[in-house]
């Protein structure tokens, strides 16, 4: 259930190559920072679509991520703080055969920018947002986010947070999000599959990015990502296969009465036929949300695609909406539309 590339964005005649999309900009992130990985998977993933390379387009806010358009080879926004999700809908809509990406962070679409965050999500564009979450405000020198965890010491809480911080996945398949899809910056070829997967996908894709802040939020998610953690506290979901985890692949996700809960093969007779099989393509989002809530230690993060459904993007909609209008308009050019209706000759 892949779908193909989107037809209404013109191939390229000639091979592209990742050399293609580096840009000759200096890259000034901190050495260490996970954005370099990001970036790396982005100019692999782009050559990977066969679109031509002037039909790519990166748009952003404001934050560490959103100096994305500048490092890669193509054409880019930078916008203001919050409002790359207008920017970018509003460039699908004038101009459908652009494949355009998003990059933001967690402050930049979740604080400032979660109206437009959400009701992008809610329409349905058809653009890739990818969601750089460190839990932290990096440009800005260390404040907590809409994402940093309760009790974090940060520049504005230094006696600890007090806010519940919001969980990407909540708001993207709340907000009817279509597809949602969480990696961490430590697997690049990881991130280019799923980031591959998500440009496939006809409607608003988020790909949640777990990425590292080395300055102010190092480790944030070494629970999952760390070498000596992340066989036990990553699940990697597959599409129709079972929900496995662990070094050996001995423990796995069943569901039980509505909750889901973790078991080890051979335990208490448990099989690998008593485990949850993934469905990413279910319109019912129930399960997938669960999938979506756990966190170590009680459960594995789910990493992966976690939702794929189809529905009809927005900008297509209009396309047709117009269309349709123009079919049965009898007017046709300026000039009807002038003599149109009530006119008037004055002498």
Same mark, same amino acid.
């Given at each position: 259930?892949?779908?193909?590339?989107?037809?209404?964005?013109?191939? /390229?005649?000639?091979?592209?190559?990742?050399?293609?999309?580096?840009?000759?900009?200096?890259?000034?992130?901190?050495?260490?920072?996970?954005?370099?990985?990001?970036?790396?998977?982005?100019?692999?993933?782009?050559?990977?679509?066969?679109?031509?390379?002037?039909?790519?387009?990166?748009?952003?806010?404001?934050?560490?991520?959103?100096?994305?358009?500048?490092?890669?080879?193509?054409?880019?926004?930078?916008?203001?703080?919050?409002?790359?999700?207008?920017?970018?809908?509003?460039?699908?809509?004038?101009?459908?055969?652009?494949?355009?990406?998003?990059?933001?962070?967690?402050?930049?679409?979740?604080?400032?920018?979660?109206?437009?965050?959400?009701?992008?999500?809610?329409?349905?564009?058809?653009?890739?947002?990818?969601?750089?979450?460190?839990?932290?405000?990096?440009?800005?020198?260390?404040?907590? /986010?809409?994402?940093?965890?309760?009790?974090?010491?940060?520049?504005?809480?230094?006696?600890?947070?007090?806010?519940?911080?919001?969980?990407?996945?909540?708001?993207?398949?709340?907000?009817?999000?279509?597809?949602?899809?969480?990696?961490?910056?430590?697997?690049?070829?990881?991130?280019?599959?799923?980031?591959?997967?998500?440009?496939?996908?006809?409607?608003?894709?988020?790909?949640?990015?777990?990425?590292?802040?080395?300055?102010?939020?190092?480790?944030?998610?070494?629970?999952?990502?760390?070498?000596?953690?992340?066989?036990?506290?990553?699940?990697?979901?597959?599409?129709?296969?079972?929900?496995?985890?662990?070094?050996?692949?001995?423990?796995?996700?069943?569901?039980?009465?509505?909750?889901?809960?973790?078991?080890?093969?051979?335990?208490?007779?448990?099989?690998?036929?008593?485990?949850?099989?993934?469905?990413?393509?279910?319109?019912?989002?129930?399960?997938?949300?669960?999938?979506?809530?756990?966190?170590?230690?009680?459960?594995?993060?789910?990493?992966?695609?976690?939702?794929?459904?189809?529905?009809?993007?927005?900008?297509?909609?209009?396309?047709?909406?117009?269309?349709?209008?123009?079919?049965?308009?009898?007017?046709?050019?300026?000039?009807?539309?002038?003599?149109?209706?009530?006119?008037?000759?004055?002498?």
């Amino acid at each position: 259930m892949i779908q193909t590339s989107d037809e209404r964005i013109p191939h /390229s005649d000639t091979g592209l190559t990742r050399t293609d999309f580096v840009s000759d900009q200096m890259v000034k992130w901190c050495p260490g920072c996970g954005n370099h990985a990001i970036l790396n998977a982005i100019t692999q993933v782009f050559p990977k679509l066969g679109y031509r390379k002037e039909n790519f387009v990166v748009v952003s806010g404001i934050g560490c991520s959103s100096r994305f358009p500048y490092y890669v080879d193509t054409y880019g926004f930078h916008g203001i703080h919050g409002r790359a999700a207008a920017i970018a809908s509003g460039m699908k809509i004038a101009n459908p055969s652009l494949s355009v990406w998003m990059a933001t962070g967690d402050g930049d679409s979740m604080a400032i920018g979660g109206n437009h965050f959400i009701h992008t999500i809610r329409r349905n564009m058809d653009i890739v947002i990818m969601l750089f979450n460190n839990q932290i405000y990096g440009l800005t020198k260390g404040q907590f /986010s809409p994402t940093t965890p309760v009790g974090t010491i940060t520049k504005t809480s230094p006696y600890g947070t007090l806010e519940a911080p919001f969980k990407p996945a909540d708001l993207v398949i709340g907000a009817q999000g279509t597809f949602f899809a969480r990696v961490a910056d430590t697997n690049t070829k990881m991130m280019t599959d799923i980031m591959e997967e998500a440009a496939l996908h006809r409607g608003t894709a988020v790909v949640e990015i777990l990425q590292n802040c080395i300055i102010y939020a190092d480790k944030i998610h070494a629970m999952v990502t760390g070498k000596e953690f992340r066989d036990d506290n990553q699940v990697y979901l597959k599409h129709g296969e079972p929900l496995l985890f662990g070094k050996d692949k001995t423990k796995g996700i069943r569901l039980n009465r509505c909750r889901l809960e973790v078991v080890e093969l051979g335990k208490d007779g448990v099989t690998i036929d008593d485990l949850l099989v993934h469905d990413q393509y279910d319109p019912d989002p129930t399960l997938q949300m669960l999938l979506a809530k756990m966190t170590p230690p009680d459960f594995p993060m789910a990493i992966g695609v976690i939702r794929s459904t189809k529905a009809q993007p927005f900008d297509r909609l209009v396309e047709e909406q117009i269309d349709a209008q123009k079919a049965q308009s009898p007017i046709r050019c300026v000039d009807d539309m002038l003599n149109s209706g009530d006119v008037f000759e004055l002498n």
